[in-house]
């Protein structure tokens, strides 16, 4: 920066005025309070009300990560409950896909497919998905002209896995046992 204060005490000081003077604008008040104001819709959407499941209804779940996928309540409660364990990769990875399923242009599934890979695929993403190597190598070769079953393998690996793993867990947690009382 300005070493050598002595050598160049003119060029120092024109350039901490500089930045004083850019400081002193980012850091004006707004002129009126209209510039404060946020948009906002007047009537918010209300989120869709979840029923929660019959205690039998509940009950059904241990026996099929399906049915808890499938129910609206059960997928909100197991995804709660994995997030409480810090491993809802897994199910985030498998919803994805399931909304990848819906899409229809093909700009558009490469641009989600890419999302995806680097999201739960790729070598130390963000979201990394368990997954072995032969099942990663499918689904990179999958992606060089994504289809709608681009993900198939990867998801139906991690399904299982959630169902193995995951779903037992849940169903053991408080929160389903208060469910199915």
């Known amino acids: 920066m300005c070493k050598g204060l002595a050598a160049l ?35 918010p959407e209300k989120p869709a009300k979840i029923q929660k499941p019959s205690a039998d209804e509940a009950l059904q779940w241990r026996d099929s990560l399906d049915k808890v996928l499938q129910n609206s309540y059960g997928l909100a409660s197991f995804k709660s409950f994995l997030k409480s364990e810090f491993s809802e990769e897994n199910l985030e990875f498998w919803i994805a896909c399931e909304d990848y399923k819906k899409i229809k242009s093909p700009a558009k599934m490469a641009e989600k497919a890419k999302e995806i890979y680097e999201e739960f695929i790729q070598t130390e993403a963000p979201k990394e998905v368990n997954i ?33 793993d995951s779903l037992p867990r849940f169903v053991r947690s408080e929160f389903y046992q208060e469910l199915v009382k």
């Open 132 to 164: 072995d190597h032969f099942t990663k190598d499918v689904t990179m070769k999958n992606l060089m002209e994504p289809s709608l079953n681009s993900f198939d393998m990867a998801q139906k690996r991690i399904h299982a896995l959630m169902e193995k």
């Open 9 to 43: 005490p003119h060029s120092c000081l024109e350039r901490a005025k500089e930045i004083k003077i850019k400081l002193g604008i980012l850091l004006q008040k707004p002129d009126s309070a209209v510039d404060l104001v946020i948009p906002y819709n007047e009537k």
